[in-house]
């Protein structure tokens, strides 16, 4: 019996080895990664190039704190990132993981504005159907109902609106934009509401991952966002920590909207899964205003900046750029979506097709035609999960879809180097363990 306190008490295979897309456990069973774990494995799962590096920065280096040293692998990092960031991205703060980096730019958001004299901005305001992190912190700007209940007393004060999910929020005849619109300006509303002089950021994810399944904002959406954290002087936090590195298509997600952050959480895709590491980018704004205050960001955890970590994001990143893979998740990413509409476009039991790149999901309904959801007693999501591992594929099906609670989906994340022929094994392994559990 395993002495590991993990996500679910069921006992799971022994992972040993992984090999380009695929893992293996110690019976010798081979998985497909069709959702790179949590939307991790971009690189899959032995690029010989990070693990050199990896290596080389092992035998220099390991460890050095801090709060005495930068490093080579940490400074080349950051230069990297800011040289591909959006516009006004400046620098760059290396944590351990996409909670921390939330964490940070919480933070980060509310010094931002004791430097500046606006003592008095405080409040965050977030998405309902949102997923920040599990820190409590993060957990707080979250919106997922679930995810929250039980530690509801330990979060602070969070103001959430509705998110911006057109297969379930925008009204028949309504046209996308203006659906769009509509829903960005709940965010002025809202501010009205609490006094716009109270706020200090609005946080939200440019393409939807966890809770809601790849869910991408309509055209227009964060523009009009945009708009409106300038008009009030609030600041827009990005977490890009499941969408961003080039997982939608693009190195930073929010370049589809055409819009910059004032501060930007990546992780996942940064290590690919070879270390553990997160990032929290912020503006050159930002950093002067601390920079010409107080002098420093009150903050630190003891392996932020971590420099295995750092050459490890480093490689992964000059991988991503140097190798043409982010026309290669454009590319794949159109395949992969004409294979799920082939295989379930006119399925009975799947509601929405969606998402952006190779970050893709199905939402399975009850009734097509009222979108009505299963039962969520029926556990759908975890019947697919379990099915779908006995059949060699990992993919991420999740519950509480629509509201926390009702709704189920799956998310589909493989790393950027799959092939044809493993989208369509993926595809085709997903229609059989949906089909298997449907019927149980």
């Not at 097509?368 to 999960?385: G, V, W, Y």
Request: glycine content about 12%; overall charge negative.
């Amino acid at each position: 019996m395993s002495r590991l306190l993990g996500r679910g008490m069921a006992t799971r295979a022994t992972a040993v080895r992984g090999e380009g897309c695929y893992i293996y456990d110690a019976e010798g069973r081979a998985y497909l990664d069709g959702s790179g774990g949590a939307a991790v494995s971009c690189l899959g799962h032995s690029d010989p190039d990070v693990r050199a590096a990896v290596h080389d920065q092992l035998d220099q280096l390991a460890f050095a704190h801090t709060g005495f040293f930068t490093s080579d692998a940490a400074e080349g990092l950051a230069d990297l990132l800011v040289a591909h960031a959006p516009n006004g991205i400046e620098k760059v703060y290396l944590l351990s993981g996409g909670s921390e980096a939330v964490e940070a730019a919480l933070k980060l958001a509310r010094q931002y504005y004791l430097e500046v004299g606006e003592p008095q901005r405080h409040r965050v305001i977030a998405r309902r159907q949102s997923y920040h992190g599990n820190t409590l912190g993060a957990l707080a700007a979250g919106g997922n109902a679930w995810r929250r209940e039980k530690y509801a007393p330990l979060l602070v004060e969070t103001t959430h609106i509705a998110p911006c999910f057109e297969y379930h929020e925008r009204a028949e005849g309504e046209a996308s934009w203006a659906y769009g619109q509509r829903a960005a300006n709940e965010l002025e509303d809202k501010l009205h509401r609490l006094g716009p002089g109270t706020v200090m950021a609005f946080i939200a994810e440019p393409v939807v991952g966890a809770t809601a399944g790849a869910v991408p904002a309509v055209e227009g959406y964060f523009k009009r966002i945009r708009e409106i954290c300038d008009r009030h002087g609030i600041l827009l936090i990005l977490d890009e920590v499941m969408c961003g590195m080039g997982r939608t298509g693009h190195l930073f997600a929010c370049e589809h909207d055409g819009i910059a952050p004032d501060i930007v959480t990546i992780a996942k895709g940064l290590g690919a899964g070879y270390a553990p590491i997160g990032a929290m980018l912020c503006s050159g704004k930002i950093y002067q205003a601390i920079a010409d205050g107080s002098g420093s960001f009150q903050h630190g955890h003891t392996y932020h900046g971590h420099p295995l970590a750092a050459a490890a994001g480093r490689a992964v990143v000059d991988a991503i750029l140097s190798r043409g893979l982010i026309e290669r998740v454009r590319h794949q990413g159109d395949t992969l979506n004409a294979a799920l509409g082939a295989a379930f476009g006119q399925h009975p039991h799947v509601g929405d097709i969606r998402g952006r790149g190779l970050f893709r999901a199905i939402e399975l309904v009850e009734d097509r035609k009222s979108k009505r959801p299963f039962d969520p007693a029926r556990k759908l999501n975890a019947k697919i999960k379990e099915a779908a591992l006995t059949n060699g594929l990992i993919c991420y099906p999740a519950g509480g879809t629509i509201d926390g609670k009702t709704g189920d989906h799956v998310l589909l994340a493989p790393p950027f180097i799959i092939s044809d022929d493993e989208i369509g094994e993926l595809v085709e392994k997903l229609n059989t363990s949906l089909r298997q559990a449907l019927a149980s």
